[in-house]
Nanobody
Framework: QVQLVESGGGLVQAGGSLRLSCAAS????????MGWFRQAPGKEREFVAA????????YYAGSVKGRFTISRDSAKSTVYLQMNSLKPEDTAVYFC????????????????WGQGTQVTVSS
């Protein structure tokens, strides 16, 4: 089992920045991939960014590329999502997720999920 806990969500004005954290515990994360997903009211959960725990290879959704940065701190078993130049359309509940093996953009492929943290961007 892998336990994930998100933090750092909140209310921010358009153009502002926010940094999300995902603390992982349980089974060793070696060989795992971790990702961030988001879900707005009335919409399906969508991929935001992913990183491989061992190699640090990153991948981003086109809508956030150049604005968001995913990173991981192996010593703290924590993954971060730095969000800059936030837009109202970024408003959603953000979830941290993990899976064995390579990164993936499909929510169903991820085995472990956090409870989510609300991000609201006002105009």
């Amino acid at each position: 089992q892998v336990q994930l806990v998100e933090s750092g969500g909140g209310l921010v004005q358009a153009g502002g920045s926010l940094r999300l954290s995902c603390a992982a515990s349980g089974r060793t994360l070696s060989g795992y991939a971790m990702g961030w997903f988001r879900q707005a009211p009335g919409k399906e959960r969508e991929f935001v960014a992913a990183v491989s725990w061992s190699g640090g290879t990153t991948y981003y959704a086109g809508s956030v590329k150049g604005r968001f940065t995913i990173s991981r701190d192996s010593a703290k078993s924590t993954v971060y999502l730095q969000m800059n130049s936030l837009k109202p359309e970024d408003t959603a509940v953000y979830f941290c997720a993990s899976k064995p093996g390579v990164r993936d953009t499909t929510p169903a492929r991820y085995d472990y999920w956090g409870q989510g943290t609300q991000v609201t961007v006002s105009s």
